[in-house]
């Protein structure tokens, strides 16, 4: 019995590890976002979209590590209940086995496949489940939307008092009445304007 409230114990360790996980990533991501800023300041639209998809990852990352800290924590509950009532099956003891090595590891997806194995063991598998289930597999890609580099290189811009405009380097921010005159330039500046519209 003692056992299971060992494991009950690093369950909610881990989902306060996790939790601890995502406040870094959205430290990390904050830190990122202020290099965005520094890098179109300086005219470095590459350097700074680099920097939007790092923030913008973090992000997505800050979210999933939240997401499973609400989802070992909901295991918890279930196995305090399960400990206070009682009931701890056979079959569920089984399935703690190397449980101390999955949820120190931080790895969303042994953890996830973890919880999998708990989840069974109750009867009443909530809809909640499954449908944060979707969502985590969904946001896990690592590929970053390009849609969203740019509305956060955006973002950052106006924060800056910045015209961020993607298509053209920025060499010549001083001078705005001399070299913005070319009807080409007028064309992009309105592109953006109808960009920003969409944002």
């Known amino acids: 019995m003692s056992n299971m409230e060992k494991n009950l114990f690093n369950l909610k360790f881990a989902a306060k590890e996790l939790q601890r996980n995502s406040k870094k990533c959205d430290k990390e991501e904050k830190a990122e976002k202020a290099k965005v800023k520094k890098a179109i300041q300086k005219g470095n639209t590459e350097v700074a979209r680099i920097h939007a998809e790092n923030a913008i990852r973090q992000k997505n990352q800050s979210v999933n590590f939240l997401r499973m800290s609400a989802r070992v924590d909901a295991v918890a509950a279930r ?9 701890v099956t056979k079959s569920m003891a089984g399935v703690v086995k190397g449980m ?14 973890l919880m999998e194995k708990f989840e069974r063991q109750f009867e009443t598998l909530d ?4 449908q944060m289930e979707d969502t985590m597999s969904s946001t896990t890609t690592l590929t970053t939307p390009q849609g969203q580099v740019d509305a956060l ?6 924060e800056t008092g910045l015209d961020l405009n ?19 330039q007028d064309e992009l500046s309105q592109r953006l304007a109808k960009l920003r519209d969409q944002v």
Request: charged share 15%.
């Open 79 to 87: 196995v305090q209940t399960a400990v206070t009532m009682n009931k």
């Open 100 to 113: 101390d090595v999955t949820l120190k590891s931080m790895n969303l997806e042994k953890i996830s496949a």
């Open 127 to 130: 809809v909640q489940t499954s």
């Open 153 to 158: 290189m955006m973002e950052m811009a106006d």
């Open 166 to 184: 993607l298509e053209l380097p920025q060499g010549q921010t001083g001078s705005v009445g001399t070299s913005v005159a070319s009807a080409e």
